[in-house]
C-alpha cells in the first residue's frame, strides 16, 4: 500500500509527525517515506510494507496529511504501475529528463583505453551535438588475463575530457560498491560537472548487496542491465531491490539474453520487451544493441544488424539507447567486434532518428484511433 502525501505535508512538521504516530501504531506493518524531485514540487509517498492486507483504504485515507491511497495490486511495489495511480515516470539528472516519453542515445566507449581515444569519441560526439556518452572504466571480464579496464586510474581524465566537451551525463559500470566512491573522489578531485549514471551489468543483475549499495546512493540514477539468463520478470525484482533502498531513478537495459538461438548474434535480442517494461513498471527504457548483437556484419541492404536492431528497439518506443563505438574498432581491448566506427557515429544518429520519428507516429495514430474509440488493429486488450 502506498500513500500519496499532500504537497503541503512535510517531514518535521506537525501534520508529519502525526501521521508517524499513527502509522507506529500499527501492529506488523513497517513504513518508509519515498520524495521525488520533480521540476515543479516534492512527490511525498509512503510506502507500506508487511501485513498490509487487513488495512482498510477508507481507514487509511482519512490519516493526517494523506492525500491518496493506491493498493498495490502486483509485484513491482515502487517501480511498477498500479491502478488508480498515474504516478510520473520522468526524473531529471544533470539538466536532463529521463522519462517513457524521450530519447536519449549514449554512444561511446565500451572500455576506456587511452586518453586520446577518449578525447576523439568526445570531439565527435560534441560536433554531434551530444551531451551524454558510454565510457567503460571497470570491465567484468570472461578471463581473468583479458583487459580488466583501467579502473579509477582513468577517471580524471575522463571526468576532465568530458567537461571540456560538454559532456552532461556518462553511463558507467560499476562491478563493487567501493567503485562509487572511487568515482565521486575523482569527480571531486577535478571538479567534475559532468554526472555519471550508474550503471550495473548483465552478470551483476543479481548481485543484491551491490544493488543495496547502488540503491542506497541517491547522487546518481542507475542503469540496470537485464541479467541475462533469467526472467524479465526476476530483472524488474532487481530494480525494486534499487528502489526499496531509496533510488528510483532507474532505467531498466535490455541487452539480449543468453541463448543459442541467438547466434550468430552474441545474444538473443529480446527488444519486444520494449513495451512491455513501460507498461509493467515506470521507468524509462533502455536498449543496447552493441551487446545483443555483438558483431559489425551488415546486411545486404548497406546497414549493420547493430543498426537494425536499434531501429527496433526505437521504433517500439526505447528511451534511450546504449551503443559502442571507437575510433579504430579493430583496436579495441574490450569487444572490438561489435564497435562501431566513430567516423560513422553521425549517420548512426540520423538512422536512430528516423527510427524515433516512425515510432512518434505510430504514437499518433495510436492516439487518433482511441479518440475514435477504434481499438487499434483490433490488438490492443
Ligand atoms: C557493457 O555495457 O559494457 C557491458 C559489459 O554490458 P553487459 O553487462 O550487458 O554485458
Ligand atoms: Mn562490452
Redesign the pocket.
Known amino acids: 500500500m502506498i500513500l500519496l502525501l499532500r504537497d503541503d505535508v512535510q517531514p518535521g512538521e506537525a501534520v508529519y509527525i502525526a501521521l508517524c504516530t499513527q502509522l507506529d501504531r500499527l501492529p506488523g506493518i513497517r513504513w518508509r517515506l519515498h520524495e521525488e524531485t520533480g521540476t515543479e514540487k516534492v512527490l511525498r509517498e509512503i510506502y507500506l510494507i508487511g501485513s498490509t492486507a487487513g488495512l482498510e483504504t477508507a481507514d487509511m485515507s482519512m490519516l493526517p496529511g494523506v492525500e491518496r491511497v493506491i493498493k498495490v495490486s502486483q509485484e513491482y511495489r515502487i517501480l511498477g504501475r498500479h491502478k488508480g495511480s498515474e504516478r510520473s515516470s520522468r526524473f531529471e539528472y544533470n539538466g536532463l529528463e529521463f522519462s517513457q516519453d524521450n530519447l536519449h542515445v549514449f554512444a561511446g566507449l565500451?572500455a576506456v583505453d587511452n586518453e586520446d581515444n577518449v578525447a576523439a569519441t568526445m570531439a565527435a560526439l560534441k560536433a554531434c551535438g551530444q551531451i551524454t556518452t558510454?565510457m567503460?572504466a571497470y570491465?567484468?571480464r570472461t578471463s581473468p588475463y583479458a583487459f580488466q579496464g583501467h579502473g579509477a586510474a582513468c577517471l580524471p581524465y575522463v571526468f576532465c575530457l568530458a567537461d571540456e566537451y560538454g559532456i552532461a551525463v556518462i553511463a558507467m559500470?560499476v562491478t563493487h560498491e567501493r567503485h562509487i566512491d572511487e568515482i565521486e573522489q575523482a569527480r571531486r578531485q577535478v571538479q567534475a560537472r559532468c554526472g555519471v549514471m550508474l550503471?550495473i551489468?548483465?552478470?551483476n543483475t543479481q548481485n543484491f548487496e551491490l544493488l543495496k549499495a547502488v540503491g542506497r546512493q541517491k547522487r546518481h540514477p542507475v542503469l540496470l542491465?537485464r541479467g541475462?539468463g533469467i526472467t524479465l520478470d526476476e530483472t524488474l525484482n532487481a530494480a525494486e531491490y534499487l528502489a526499496s533502498e531509496g533510488n528510483t531513478r532507474i532505467v531498466l537495459?535490455l541487452?539480449g539474453v543468453k541463448s543459442n538461438m541467438g547466434e550468430p548474434h552474441r545474444n538473443l535480442v529480446d527488444f519486444a520487451h520494449v513495451p512491455t517494461v513501460k507498461r509493467l513498471t515506470r521507468m524509462p527504457v533502455c536498449i543496447?544493441p552493441s551487446?545483443s548483437v555483438g558483431i559489425r556484419a551488415a546486411a545486404p541492404d548497406g546497414l549493420t544488424e547493430i543498426h537494425h536492431a536499434t531501429a527496433q528497439g526505437v521504433i517500439a518506443g526505447a528511451n534511450m539507447v546504449?551503443v559502442d563505438f571507437h575510433p579504430r574498432p579493430a583496436e579495441a581491448l574490450v569487444?572490438s567486434a561489435q564497435a562501431l566506427p566513430l567516423d560513422q557515429l553521425g549517420l548512426f544518429l540520423e538512422d536512430v532518428a528516423i527510427a524515433r520519428r516512425a515510432y512518434e507516429a505510430r504514437c499518433a495514430l495510436a492516439q487518433r484511433a482511441a479518440a475514435q474509440e477504434v481499438t487499434l488493429l483490433g490488438l490492443a486488450q
Open positions: 565500451c558510454r567503460g570491465k567484468p559500470e550503471q551489468g548483465t552478470r542491465k541475462f537495459c541487452r543496447d551487446h546504449l569487444d
